[in-house]
C-alpha cells in the first residue's frame, strides 16, 4: 500500500512538473552585468561582441551611464554583457529575451552571433527570439551594444525634447520561456451597458507564429483581489487577420473609477490539441469613457477632472532606471494630491500604469513627438508608428488608459494637417475605443486650424503670462480667442505652470499663478479637466539650473528628491473635491461640520468617502459620509473628539482628500 501510495505521488509529481514546464515560465536577468563605454566606436572592430574587455565595469540592470560619475554628459556607444544558464529542462521550449526599455538604439548579440537590432525606441517593450541560438544546461553571453546620440532618425528628435537623454538598459530583462504555439499578446475589450452594469468582451490573441490557423483557448476571468470567477470555459478562437478572435459574456460588473478601481484579471491558456503550451495573465477594468457635446463622462457621469504631470528619470541618483519604490512614491503623491487625471511625454515603465490602474489615475499615454521636426518624414512616420504599435500591444488592457497622444507642442511652418489625420487613423486601427489627441500650446492663435481640433479632445497646453502672453490677467482674452473655435466641444488643459530659473519669483509666485489660473478654468464649464505641470523639478538636457546629472528646469510642486514645496499644499486643496466650509464647536469635545462638494473644478459625485477623527484617547474613529452629487452639501457631528486635534476626509481607499485645520 505504501509502495503504490508513493508511486501515485511520483506520477502525480511529474505530471505537475510537465504541465508547469510547458506553460509560460520567466527567467529574470537584471542585477549584475558587465559595462563598458566606447567613445571611439572601437568595440566592433574588436569584437566585444564576443565579450567584453577587462576594463568593463560591474553595473546593475537596470542601468543608465549618465548618472555615473564622469559620465553624467556621456552621449555615444556603450556596451552591456550579461552570461546566464538555459536550465536543461528548456531544451526543445521556445526562448525569446524580452527589454522593457533600451535608450535608444540596441544590437542584441548572443554567443557572438548578431541576433537583433531595435533602433529609435527607447521607451517601448521589444523581443528577441533566441531559441535556435541559446545553449542548454550551458553558459550563455549575451552582450548589447547601446546607442543615445541625438538623432534625426529618432522619436525624440535631435535635441529637440526637454527631458533627459540617459543611455543605457534602463528597465528590465526577462528571458520568457514557452511551449509551442505561443502568445505574443491577448488584448480584451468589454462593451459595458450602464444600465445594468453588464458586460461582454472582446478577445484578440496574437500569436508570435504566423502560420498557425486553428486556436484553443481555456479563458478564465476572475475578480483580482478576491479571486472569484466571472468566467471559465474552452473557446475556439477565430482568425481574423493577423489575430484570433473571440467573444465572452461577463455577466455584472463592478465598474473602474478613479475612487474605486476596481479590477479583474483574465488568463488565456493556450492548447495544442489537449496540452497547455503558454499561459498569459493580464489585469484589466471595466470603464467606459465617453465625450458628449462640451462634457466629458466617465460611467455615464460628467466629471470635471484635476490633474498632475510627472517627469520621470529624474531622480539624480537613478535616472531613467528608476526603481519601483520612486514609482510607488509618484503615485502615492499623486493619490494624496487628488489627481484623478495624468499624462506623460514619452512611454514609461509598465510597473507606474499598474500602479495607475491599481490607485486610480487616467492617463493620457504618448509617444515622444516633442516639438520637433514640423513635419515627419516618411522614415520618422514610420517611426512613429513603430512605436504606437509597440505601446499600444503591451499597454492595450490598462484601463488607467484613457487616450493616445500623437503629438506635444510641435510648431513651424510646414506642419501637414494630413499627416495627423493618418497618424489617427493608425491609431485607431490599434485601439478603436480610446481618443487619440494632440496637445498643442498654440491652440489660442491657430483657433480651427489648430492640429488639437484633429484630435478626439482638444487641447491646450495654457502658459499665458509666462512662455506666452505678458501678464497672467491677460487669460480671459486668449479664452475668448479659443472659444470662437472650439464649437460643441470639450477643451482639456494639459499643461500649466511655473518654470525656473527661466522665470523669476519662486514658489510664491508659483502658488499665485496656480490659484489664479484654476479659478479661471474652474469658470469654464467646457473645460473636462486640467493637467498641472509638473509634480517634480525634473532632470533635463535643456536645463537652465544644475549641471551634470543635477541638470533640471525647477517646475515642480516637489524637488527631484520629492521634497514638497509649499505649492504642492495648495495643489492639494484646490484639487480636493471637498469643501468645508463650517466647523462650528459645540463643546469641548464635539464639533459640527458643513462640507460641501465642490462644482467647479473639480465636480464629480463622490461615494463613500470616510471622516476620521481622534477621540480623547487618540483611537483613530470614523464615519461614513453620503453619496453627494457636485454642490450638495452635508452636515455632521464629530462626537468624543480630542479638543486639541481635527479630522480628515478619506476615500474609500483612505488616501486623505483635506484635513481640519489646514495643515502640512
Known amino acids: 500500500m505504501k509502495k503504490r501510495f508513493c508511486l501515485i505521488c511520483f506520477v502525480l509529481i511529474n505530471i505537475i512538473s510537465l504541465k508547469a514546464q510547458t506553460l509560460r515560465n520567466t527567467v529574470v536577468l537584471n542585477g549584475n552585468w558587465r559595462f563598458i563605454t566606447d567613445s571611439t566606436n572601437a568595440g566592433v572592430a574588436k569584437?566585444?561582441?564576443?565579450?567584453?574587455?577587462?576594463?568593463?565595469?560591474?553595473?546593475?540592470?537596470?542601468?543608465?551611464?549618465n548618472v555615473m560619475k564622469g559620465l553624467e554628459d556621456y552621449i555615444g556607444l556603450a556596451w552591456y554583457e550579461k552570461e546566464f544558464t538555459v536550465p536543461a529542462q528548456y531544451r526543445n521550449k521556445q526562448l525569446r529575451l524580452k527589454f522593457e526599455a533600451i535608450y535608444h538604439d540596441a544590437i542584441i548579440f548572443?554567443?557572438?552571433?548578431?541576433?537583433?537590432?531595435?533602433?529609435?525606441?527607447?521607451?517601448?517593450?521589444?523581443?528577441?527570439?533566441?531559441?535556435?541560438?541559446?545553449?542548454?544546461?550551458?553558459?550563455?553571453?549575451?552582450?548589447?551594444?547601446?546607442?543615445?546620440?541625438?538623432?534625426?532618425?529618432?522619436?525624440?528628435?535631435?535635441?529637440?525634447?526637454?527631458?533627459?537623454?540617459?543611455?543605457?538598459?534602463?528597465?528590465?530583462?526577462?528571458?520568457?520561456?514557452?511551449?509551442?504555439?505561443?502568445?505574443?499578446?491577448?488584448?480584451?475589450?468589454?462593451?459595458?451597458?450602464?444600465?445594468?452594469?453588464?458586460?461582454?468582451?472582446?478577445?484578440n490573441l496574437k500569436l508570435w507564429e504566423d502560420d498557425i490557423t486553428a486556436v484553443q483557448a481555456v479563458v478564465r476571468i476572475n475578480e483580482k483581489r478576491?479571486?472569484?470567477?466571472?468566467?471559465?470555459?474552452?473557446?475556439?478562437?477565430?482568425?481574423?487577420?493577423?489575430?484570433?478572435?473571440?467573444?465572452?459574456?461577463?455577466?455584472?460588473?463592478?465598474?473602474w473609477h478613479f475612487n474605486d478601481?476596481?479590477?479583474?484579471?483574465?488568463?488565456?491558456?493556450?492548447?495544442?490539441?489537449?496540452?497547455?503550451?503558454?499561459?498569459?495573465?493580464?489585469?484589466?477594468?471595466?470603464?467606459?469613457?465617453?465625450?458628449?457635446?462640451?462634457?466629458?463622462?466617465?460611467n455615464g457621469e460628467a466629471v470635471r477632472l484635476p490633474g498632475l504631470e510627472y517627469m520621470p528619470s529624474s531622480h539624480p541618483q537613478y535616472g531613467s532606471a528608476e526603481p519601483r519604490w520612486v514609482m510607488d512614491s509618484v503615485a502615492n503623491m499623486m493619490k494624496d494630491l487628488n489627481v484623478t487625471i495624468s499624462r506623460f511625454h514619452w512611454q514609461v515603465?509598465?510597473?507606474?500604469?499598474?500602479?495607475?490602474?491599481?490607485?486610480?489615475?487616467?492617463?493620457?499615454?504618448?509617444?515622444?513627438?516633442?516639438?520637433?521636426?514640423?513635419?515627419?518624414?516618411?522614415?520618422?512616420?514610420?517611426?512613429?508608428?513603430?512605436?504606437?504599435?509597440?505601446?499600444?500591444?503591451?499597454?492595450?488592457?490598462?484601463?488607467?488608459?484613457?487616450?493616445?497622444?500623437?503629438?506635444?507642442?510641435?510648431?513651424?511652418?510646414?506642419?501637414?494637417?494630413?499627416?495627423?489625420?493618418a497618424l489617427k487613423q493608425f491609431v485607431k486601427g490599434l485601439d478603436s475605443v480610446r481618443m487619440a489627441n494632440v496637445v498643442s500650446n498654440e491652440t489660442f492663435r491657430r483657433k480651427q486650424n489648430d492640429e488639437s481640433f484633429i484630435g478626439d479632445l482638444p487641447t491646450w497646453n495654457e502658459y499665458i503670462g509666462t512662455w506666452f502672453g505678458k501678464q497672467t490677467n491677460e487669460l480671459p482674452a486668449y479664452f475668448a480667442e479659443v472659444e470662437s473655435a472650439m464649437g460643441n466641444r470639450p477643451l482639456l488643459i494639459t499643461e500649466n505652470g511655473l518654470c525656473e530659473p527661466r522665470f523669476a519669483g519662486g514658489d510664491l509666485r508659483r502658488i499665485d499663478d496656480m490659484i489664479y489660473h484654476y479659478n479661471e478654468w474652474a469658470k469654464r464649464k467646457y473645460i473636462a479637466g486640467?493637467?498641472?505641470?509638473?509634480?517634480?523639478?525634473?532632470?533635463?538636457?535643456?536645463?537652465?539650473?544644475?549641471?551634470?546629472?543635477?541638470?533640471?528646469?525647477?517646475?515642480?510642486?516637489?524637488?527631484?528628491?520629492?521634497?514638497?514645496?509649499?505649492?504642492?499644499?495648495?495643489?492639494?486643496?484646490?484639487?480636493?473635491?471637498?469643501?468645508?466650509?463650517n466647523v462650528k464647536k459645540l463643546s469641548e469635545t464635539t464639533v459640527q461640520v458643513t462640507i460641501q462638494n465642490k462644482d467647479q473644478l473639480p465636480s464629480y459625485i463622490v461615494r463613500d468617502f470616510m471622516v476620521t477623527w481622534p477621540n480623547g484617547k487618540n483611537k483613530m474613529l470614523q464615519q461614513k459620509l453620503p453619496t453627494l452629487k457636485p454642490g450638495e452639501t452635508f452636515i455632521f457631528t464629530l462626537e468624543d473628539m480630542n479638543a486639541r486635534a481635527g479630522f480628515d476626509i478619506c476615500t474609500p481607499a483612505g488616501y486623505r482628500v483635506i484635513s481640519y485645520p489646514f495643515v502640512h
Not at 156 to 170: E, L, M, S, T, V
Not at 229 to 253: C, M, P
Not at 364 to 388: G, M, N, T, Y
Open 47 to 65: 569584437q566585444w561582441s564576443k565579450g567584453l574587455p577587462g576594463a568593463a565595469v560591474n553595473v546593475q540592470v537596470p542601468h543608465t551611464w
Open 226 to 255: 478576491s479571486g472569484k470567477n466571472l468566467f471559465n470555459q474552452k473557446l475556439a478562437l477565430s482568425k481574423s487577420g493577423n489575430e484570433f478572435i473571440g467573444a465572452v459574456d461577463i455577466g455584472k460588473v463592478h465598474l
Open 530 to 581: 486640467c493637467i498641472y505641470f509638473c509634480l517634480n523639478d525634473y532632470r533635463t538636457h535643456m536645463g537652465e539650473d544644475g549641471s551634470a546629472n543635477y541638470k533640471a528646469r525647477i517646475h515642480g510642486i516637489t524637488d527631484m528628491y520629492f521634497n514638497r514645496k509649499s505649492s504642492y499644499y495648495v495643489f492639494k486643496q484646490l484639487a480636493s473635491p471637498i469643501l468645508i466650509t
Open 261 to 298: 478601481p476596481f479590477l479583474y484579471q483574465v488568463q488565456v491558456t493556450l492548447q495544442n490539441n489537449t496540452q497547455p503550451t503558454d499561459q498569459v495573465t493580464q489585469t484589466f477594468g471595466c470603464r467606459k469613457i465617453e465625450l458628449r457635446g462640451p462634457q466629458l463622462f466617465l
Open 110 to 203: 548572443l554567443n557572438g552571433v548578431q541576433l537583433a537590432t531595435h533602433t529609435n525606441a527607447g521607451y517601448t517593450t521589444f523581443y528577441v527570439d533566441i531559441t535556435k541560438e541559446a545553449k542548454a544546461a550551458s553558459a550563455n553571453k549575451l552582450v548589447i551594444a547601446v546607442n543615445n546620440n541625438f538623432s534625426d532618425s529618432n522619436l525624440p528628435y535631435k535635441k529637440k525634447f526637454d527631458w533627459c537623454a540617459d543611455g543605457g538598459i534602463i528597465r528590465g530583462v526577462h528571458l520568457q520561456v514557452t511551449g509551442k504555439p505561443s502568445i505574443k499578446y491577448v488584448h480584451i475589450t468589454p462593451d459595458i451597458n450602464l444600465t445594468d452594469s453588464t458586460a461582454k468582451a472582446a478577445i
Open 349 to 421: 515603465d509598465e510597473y507606474m500604469l499598474d500602479q495607475f490602474d491599481e490607485k486610480g489615475i487616467l492617463l493620457q499615454a504618448e509617444i515622444p513627438w516633442w516639438q520637433q521636426p514640423d513635419k515627419l518624414s516618411p522614415k520618422l512616420e514610420e517611426v512613429a508608428r513603430k512605436q504606437f504599435t509597440e505601446m499600444i500591444e503591451r499597454d492595450y488592457n490598462h484601463p488607467c488608459i484613457f487616450a493616445w497622444g500623437i503629438s506635444n507642442e510641435v510648431h513651424g511652418n510646414n506642419r501637414d494637417p494630413n499627416q495627423y489625420r
